[in-house]
């Protein structure tokens, strides 16, 4: 099963839907109404977290038959999971959470606030 995870903090009040804000990030696009994120500790984190996953420096995770790819920008973190498990993604959820920057579910058009 695939699907993504995503990432993003808000600046300020902001009156874009999470749909659109979820589309321009995935473009690489940049918004003012949200604040930049550490990419660096992010990573380091990632890789702190899954030290025993298999990983390559584009940020490709793989463990057994589970895997996931992080798309990271100075503003939205995505990770595209493939057959992982909710423990692990929880997991993923918690690290993110630590900068302030709560699950957007695309699938369902929900952000956890």
């Known amino acids: 099963m695939s699907r993504d995870l995503s990432f993003w ?5 902001c009156n874009v839907p999470n749909k659109n804000i979820y589309y321009e990030l995935s473009q690489g696009r940049l918004l003012d109404c949200l604040e930049e994120i550490p990419v660096n500790q992010i990573c380091i984190d990632f890789k702190k977290e899954f030290s025993s996953w298999s990983s390559k420096d584009d940020g490709y995770f793989e463990n057994s038959d589970e895997a996931f790819q992080l798309m ?3 503003q939205f973190v995505r990770v595209d999971c493939y057959n ?4 692990n993604m929880n997991r993923i959820i918690d690290i993110m959470l630590k900068y302030e920057c709560p699950l957007y579910d695309a699938a369902i058009d929900v952000r956890f606030d």
């Open 84 to 87: 992982l498990t909710e423990y």
């Open 9 to 13: 903090k808000y600046r300020k009040s």
């Open 72 to 74: 990271i920008t100075k």
